[in-house]
């Protein structure tokens, strides 16, 4: 038979390695997650030289102009 003490330690310890565990998975799930949302945002968005989409245009946007 156990002593509350010795009970007590080795029901922290299962509880703390359970704790660890699905503090582990839910990080590494939030990260898969936040990967494919920043993958799904970025994707379709031009860059290069060649690009067309949306760019500045000083002529339209210049406040100096009335």
Do not use: H, W
Request: proline share 5%; with cysteine.
């Amino acid at each position: 038979m156990m002593t509350p003490r010795e009970s007590a330690q080795l029901e922290a310890e299962v509880t703390f390695n359970g704790f660890m565990t699905a503090t582990k998975r839910v990080s590494v799930l939030a990260c898969i997650i936040l990967c494919v949302v920043v993958f799904a945002c970025n994707n379709g968005v031009e860059t290069g030289p060649d690009a067309t989409g949306s760019k500045y245009n000083g002529e339209v946007y210049d406040p100096r102009i009335n």
